[in-house]
Structure formats: structure tokens, C-alpha cells
């Protein structure tokens, strides 16, 4: 199996089925250092279970954020502040639109 196959049943099995990804595991699959999701962590961007590093565990909306996290600071240089407000303004035009929708 490929390494980005590798990636896409993880995810999948994230997605899908609710597992809880270790920091280890969200750190490969996002490519960063653990000190990157930390400082994600510390801004209040990811919201882990576990309250020691070591305990941290992350759910599928945790990949998804840190994905977008390190996407808008890599393309358009936004500080962590900046990307917390962003992600937050994002799900809430997200929430708005699938109202609409109903």
C-alpha cells in the first residue's frame, strides 16, 4: 500500500467511524511536528481528549481543522490568532449554508 493510501483509510476510518487519532498519528498524517499541533492545542484551535500531551487523543473534526489550520498560515501567512478566528468564521458560514439548505 502507497503512503497516501495509507493516509486515505485513515482518514476514512476517522470520518467514518469515530476513532481517535493519538498525537503521533495527527502529526504523520499532517505532515508537521508534534509541536505544531501543540501550538494549535494552546490556541484553542484543536480541542483534544486527555489533559496530558501524552493522553492527548484527537477526533475526525481535529484533522480536518489542523489540516485547514496549517493550509491558511502555509498560502496566506495568517498568525494562529488569525487562524483560530478564521476557522471558527468558516464553520459558522458552514452551519448558515446547511440551514438554508433544510
Known amino acids: 500500500m502507497k503512503k497516501?493510501?495509507?493516509l486515505s483509510v485513515l482518514e476514512g476510518l476517522v470520518l467514518e467511524e469515530g476513532n481517535a487519532l493519538t498525537l503521533?498519528?495527527?502529526c504523520r498524517v499532517c505532515s508537521v511536528h508534534a509541536e505544531c499541533i501543540i501550538?494549535?492545542?494552546d490556541e484553542g484551535i484543536l480541542e483534544p481528549t486527555g489533559t496530558a500531551v501524552e493522553q492527548y487523543r484527537f477526533h475526525g473534526d481535529s484533522?480536518?481543522?489542523?489540516r485547514t489550520a496549517f493550509r491558511l498560515q502555509r498560502d496566506l501567512g495568517i498568525n494562529l490568532a488569525g487562524v483560530a478566528l478564521a476557522l471558527d468564521l468558516l464553520e459558522e458560514i458552514e452551519q448558515l449554508r446547511?440551514?438554508?439548505?433544510?
Open 63 to 66: 484533522l480536518r481543522r489542523a
Open 24 to 26: 503521533r498519528q495527527l
Open 98 to 102: 446547511s440551514r438554508i439548505r433544510f
Open 4 to 6: 497516501k493510501e495509507i
Open 39 to 41: 501550538e494549535l492545542v
